[in-house]
């Protein structure tokens, strides 16, 4: 199913992910415009961040799609989003609406080169 198995703590959980990945696909929807947020909302919304970004659209009239706009991402048991460096090196962020905590794994740049060589098998 789309539900995590009984776990007595993370490790174990992370164990049983690894062990069962490749079995029944998890549910996913990735790269939707938008956020959940409410636009009267002023406080963690995400579609309004009040960035340096802001002035990309404003000034020039060029919207970059979760880039300078919010994105949303639907994800059940098991699903995983690629390695990857984010879009032109900016800094990313993201914020949990509902279920189970995530599990972040970050490569420093300086092991990239080495991961990518692991990644290749």
Wanted: aromatic share 20%; hydrophobic share 35%.
């Amino acid at each position: 199913g789309y539900e995590p198995p009984k776990y007595g703590d993370y490790e174990e959980l992370e164990r049983k992910y690894w062990k069962n990945i490749t079995f029944i696909a998890p549910l996913y929807g990735a790269d939707v415009c938008g956020t959940v947020t409410d636009d009267t909302c002023d406080i963690w919304n995400i579609g309004r961040l009040g960035s340096i970004l802001d002035y990309v659209n404003q000034d020039y009239g060029i919207e970059i799609s979760g880039v300078n706009t919010a994105y949303l991402y639907f994800g059940s048991w098991k699903t995983t989003f690629a390695w990857h460096t984010e879009d032109m090196d900016l800094h990313s962020i993201n914020y949990l609406h509902f279920g189970e905590s995530k599990f972040w794994y970050g490569i420093p740049p300086r092991f990239m080169r080495r991961f990518e060589r692991l990644a290749e098998g």
